[in-house]
């Protein structure tokens, strides 16, 4: 297949850098990611910024159906010319922003669980993973391509720096594992930095999970808005109506320790602390 940059040539168009676009252009890589993949052809996928059809069009082959969801209009039109007769039969193309779109419609519409595919540009990596986690219910898994120092974070364990809410959070509702680190010269342009394949399981979440996961959400954010400070002190400064007493006799229960801090916590611990620490969603502060 043509490479991006000789596609994007021949038709006059260049990467925008306020859509964060670049294109993976080293075709052994894709063979091995399309192989990883593991699809069949029952599954619907869809591929969120398949840019010049690279991943997507060798894809096809191996589904039922594809929806690609594009928010360049010029690429859409780029990728519908690239398009065979019988290709465009298993494919629908959205113009459209991948933040917006309604994961469980589509379900729906195909009456299954739905796989997600996609190189996702920094800038919109945690609203994507939330809106995932929103609509967790209608999807099997996500294969998705990130930057590599964001793509650490999220498979990162306790005790690291790199460990944040959304390492916890992410962790919680899928199993996630790294399938391919990609140099950045696989690309074009080639980014500052290389990037991460990583594998979202929906299907295999967190083997303990809390009575109310919305307090569960809140404890783990607010604990991490003060992450210098020892757990004990997050939490008292980020809740309203809590004294350091109760925090400190909830931490007890749980046994942990009070000066540890947020990044060391286990999943299961923070599971705990929303069970007994006693408190409404509206008492912590999580910005």
Same mark, same amino acid.
């Given at each position: 297949?043509?490479?991006?940059?000789?596609?994007?040539?021949?038709?006059?168009?260049?990467?925008?850098?306020?859509?964060?676009?670049?294109?993976?252009?080293?075709?052994?890589?894709?063979?091995?990611?399309?192989?990883?993949?593991?699809?069949?052809?029952?599954?619907?996928?869809?591929?969120?910024?398949?840019?010049?059809?690279?991943?997507?069009?060798?894809?096809?082959?191996?589904?039922?159906?594809?929806?690609?969801?594009?928010?360049?209009?010029?690429?859409?039109?780029?990728?519908?010319?690239?398009?065979?007769?019988?290709?465009?039969?298993?494919?629908?193309?959205?113009?459209?922003?991948?933040?917006?779109?309604?994961?469980? $419609? !589509? &379900?729906?519409?195909? +009456?299954? %669980?739905?796989?997600?595919?996609?190189? *996702? /540009?920094?800038?919109? @990596?945690?609203? #994507?993973?939330?809106?995932?986690?929103?609509?967790?219910?209608?999807?099997?898994?996500?294969?998705?391509?990130?930057?590599?120092?964001?793509?650490?974070?999220?498979?990162?364990?306790?005790?690291?720096?790199?460990?944040?809410?959304?390492?916890?959070?992410?962790?919680?509702?899928? $199993? !996630? &594992?790294?399938?391919? +680190?990609? %140099?950045?010269?696989?690309?074009?342009? *080639? /980014?500052?930095?290389? @990037?991460?394949? #990583?594998?979202?399981?929906?299907?295999?979440?967190?083997?303990?999970?809390?009575?109310?996961?919305?307090?569960?959400?809140?404890?783990?954010?607010?604990?991490?808005?003060?992450?210098?400070?020892?757990?004990?002190?997050?939490?008292?400064?980020?809740?309203?109506?809590?004294?350091? $007493?109760?925090?400190?006799?909830?931490?007890?229960?749980?046994?942990?320790?009070?000066?540890?801090?947020?990044?060391?916590?286990?999943?299961?611990?923070?599971?705990?602390?929303?069970?007994?620490?006693?408190?409404?969603?509206?008492?912590?502060?999580?910005?």
């Amino acid at each position: 297949m043509e490479k991006s940059k000789y596609s994007l040539a021949k038709s006059g168009l260049r990467p925008k850098k306020s859509l964060g676009q670049h294109f993976l252009e080293d075709h052994g890589i894709i063979d091995k990611i399309i192989t990883l993949l593991q699809l069949n052809k029952n599954d619907v996928v869809v591929e969120i910024g398949p840019g010049t059809g690279a991943l997507t069009i060798p894809v096809l082959p191996y589904v039922y159906h594809l929806i690609a969801i594009e928010k360049d209009q010029l690429l859409i039109n780029l990728l519908r010319k690239k398009l065979s007769a019988e290709e465009g039969k298993k494919i629908t193309l959205i113009s459209g922003d991948a933040l917006k779109i309604d994961f469980k $419609e !589509i &379900s729906n519409d195909f +009456k299954q %669980k739905i796989r997600i595919i996609g190189n *996702i /540009p920094y800038n919109i @990596s945690s609203p #994507l993973l939330e809106r995932l986690i929103l609509y967790r219910a209608y999807i099997k898994s996500a294969i998705l391509m990130f930057q590599h120092e964001f793509a650490l974070r999220l498979i990162a364990p306790p005790g690291q720096r790199k460990c944040s809410a959304l390492t916890i959070i992410s962790q919680y509702y899928a $199993e !996630i &594992s790294p399938i391919i +680190k990609i %140099k950045r010269d696989a690309f074009y342009p *080639i /980014p500052k930095v290389d @990037s991460m394949v #990583l594998k979202m399981d929906f299907e295999r979440p967190y083997k303990f999970q809390a009575k109310d996961e919305m307090i569960f959400r809140k404890i783990v954010k607010s604990a991490f808005l003060f992450r210098r400070k020892t757990i004990l002190n997050s939490l008292e400064k980020a809740t309203v109506s809590l004294s350091r $007493e109760e925090i400190a006799k909830a931490l007890e229960e749980c046994n942990i320790e009070p000066k540890k801090r947020a990044e060391t916590l286990s999943i299961y611990d923070f599971i705990r602390l929303s069970l007994v620490l006693p408190v409404n969603m509206e008492n912590l502060d999580t910005r």
